[in-house]
């Protein structure tokens, strides 16, 4: 697959590039990175941005025109994960509203959430919270009008189709479905997040 991504400079030291897939934006992203002209490359879902420095911009737009020419290798990580989820009650607060909401049993939803195969798409919002893609349509819930002060490390919550993961404890406004108590974030660790984008990951409840 060749790139004809044309970039749009969306700030004095920031390049935004679209993409048509979160594979291709974490391809491309690794591709900016390996220039290493950029101070920080950052993938989104459809979409990487690139800041530089304005000493690097002539050589940033040459290494641009070069890069469209050159294919995209979007093989992903062949990693899978298995994360274990307490599932409701007071790990879950929102489940029991989500249910209702969907007109699904607390197994039944368990069930379908399980069952599927997903897949971590990017990084973002904060330190290493996860958004992770492969629900089907009737899991595109809204955020919850009353964002939470704080989340708890290892909360698991859905919105608009994606499961996210909280891998730090800060504030979230996702109806939160459950806990996981595996460590998320290890940060001695050369790789200090479990989680990363291209990762396929299997929920099992507990």
């Not at 969306?10 to 590039?17: G, H, K, R, S, Y």
Request: charged residues 20%; contains cysteine.
């Amino acid at each position: 697959m060749r790139s004809d991504l044309i970039p749009q400079r969306i700030a004095d030291d920031v390049f935004e590039f679209s993409a048509s897939s979160s594979e291709e934006a974490q391809a491309l992203a690794t591709q900016l990175r390996e220039l290493g002209l950029a101070e920080d490359v950052v993938a989104g879902i459809k979409s990487v941005c690139v800041r530089f420095a304005p000493d690097k911009l002539p050589k940033l737009e040459l290494a641009f025109n070069d890069l469209s020419k050159r294919p995209l290798d979007l093989a992903l990580p062949d990693q899978q994960v298995e994360l274990e989820i307490q599932y409701g009650g007071a790990a879950g607060p929102d489940l029991a509203a989500i249910c209702r909401a969907m007109g699904l049993t607390e197994t039944a939803f368990i069930d379908l959430h399980t069952g599927q195969t997903h897949r971590v798409d990017m990084i973002g919002f904060t330190p290493g919270f996860s958004y992770i893609s492969g629900l089907p349509a009737q899991f595109d819930v809204p955020r919850r009008g009353d964002p939470r002060p704080r989340v708890p490390a290892g909360a698991v919550g859905i919105s608009s189709r994606y499961t996210g993961v909280y891998a730090l404890a800060g504030p979230g406004g996702w109806p939160l479905i459950g806990q996981i108590h595996d460590q998320l974030f290890t940060p001695e660790a050369e790789q200090p997040f479990k989680l990363q984008p291209g990762y396929r990951v299997r929920f099992k409840a507990i």
